[in-house]
């Protein structure tokens, strides 16, 4: 009995360490399909707290976006409400210079004269700056856009607007030149008058009929101008008479010097002179004789030539050298 006990002892002492060894190598071969089912439990759960990670972010982008117009928006009316407080303000502001220097230029004094013609200057000086404080302060738009904006001004100007330009050039030059100013008697063509106003697309003068004339600038430009005084509160006057081509022109100049020089309204300091030419109308020659003398004031223009012209013809016809059938 003893014999057999030792044999199987023998026996489980050789054969135990196999046993357990193949134990624990089948274990781990049971545990291999729940390790691997954890593991794709383990991602997707990963994965969805990723997608809860992801989800806010995207969230708070859309918010972000939407702020940003929000913002965009507001920026872009707060520019146009500013554009157009700096353009009412800038009119306003325009409109009172203007109308301060134009009270000035009415009293009377040796610089007042001179303040009509600074009236353009100041109004095309001051849109200007508006236009940059608007354009450039205020929207500031890009290069770029900024040329195209100026390439299609300067065409829409070139294609549709040219004679405003001629005459608002024409005006700028008039201001730099100064070849007459407010006050002036002007001849321009057929049109003759006081200066009253001088701007940038039109000068306005006023006939010896209390007519308003407007003339464009650009036809100072091209055309020839007179200008009888120059400034100055004397005036050149003209005072025509037509006569017979026989008459006796000594007499004549001697007649004309002299009633010029009696008027109350002459100014001595300057020449008076007594020119002739020969017209034709109606296939008759005549006469036409021209007095050239200055009034002391510019008011008294029309006064002093209907003066010449009535005496002149009344010492004639008195000396015999024009008789009434050739003024009737």
């Not at 489980?12 to 291999?32: G, I, K």
């Not at 729940?34 to 593991?39: I, K």
């Not at 306003?92 to 600074?118: E, P």
């Not at 890009?142 to 294609?159: K, N, Q, R, Y």
Request: charged share 20%; proline share 3%.
């Amino acid at each position: 009995m003893k014999s057999k006990l030792i044999i199987k002892l023998l026996i489980l002492n050789f054969f135990f360490p196999f046993l357990v060894n193949e134990y624990h190598f089948s274990l781990p071969q049971q545990d291999t399909i729940p390790v691997s089912v954890n593991t794709y439990f383990v991602q997707d759960t990963v994965q969805k707290v990723q997608d809860q990670k992801e989800t806010p972010d995207t969230m708070t982008n859309i918010n972000d976006d939407k702020e940003i117009y929000r913002s965009e928006t507001f920026l872009i009316i707060e520019k146009v409400i500013l554009s157009f407080v700096v353009l009412l303000f800038g009119f306003y502001f325009i409109m009172i210079i203007t109308k301060l220097l134009d009270y000035l230029s009415g009293m009377k004094s040796s610089y007042a004269k001179n303040l009509k013609g600074v009236i353009p200057i100041v109004k095309l000086s001051g849109w200007l700056i508006i236009s940059y404080i608007i354009v450039g302060i205020i929207i500031k738009p890009p290069f770029e856009i900024l040329i195209t904006l100026s390439v299609s001004i300067g065409l829409a100007i070139g294609l549709g607007a040219k004679d405003i330009l001629k005459n608002v050039f024409g005006g700028i030059m008039i201001q730099f030149n100064r070849p007459f100013q407010v006050g002036d008697k002007i001849k321009i063509t057929d049109k003759y008058g006081e200066v009253i106003s001088i701007g940038l697309r039109s000068t306005r003068i006023i006939t010896e009929n209390e007519a308003v004339v407007s003339v464009p600038n650009s036809e100072f430009m091209v055309k020839s101008m007179s200008n009888s005084n120059y400034g100055k509160l004397n005036c050149q006057v003209f005072a025509n008479i037509y006569l017979p081509i026989d008459i006796d022109m000594v007499k004549v100049r001697e007649v004309a010097s002299e009633v010029a020089r009696v008027s109350k309204y002459v100014y001595l300091d300057k020449p008076i002179n007594v020119l002739f030419f020969n017209e034709v109308n109606e296939k008759r020659s005549f006469l036409k004789m021209q007095v050239n003398a200055y009034v002391m004031d510019k008011k008294y223009e029309s006064e002093f030539r209907s003066e010449l012209t009535e005496l002149i013809i009344r010492e004639l016809l008195q000396e015999g050298l024009l008789r009434k059938a050739d003024v009737s």
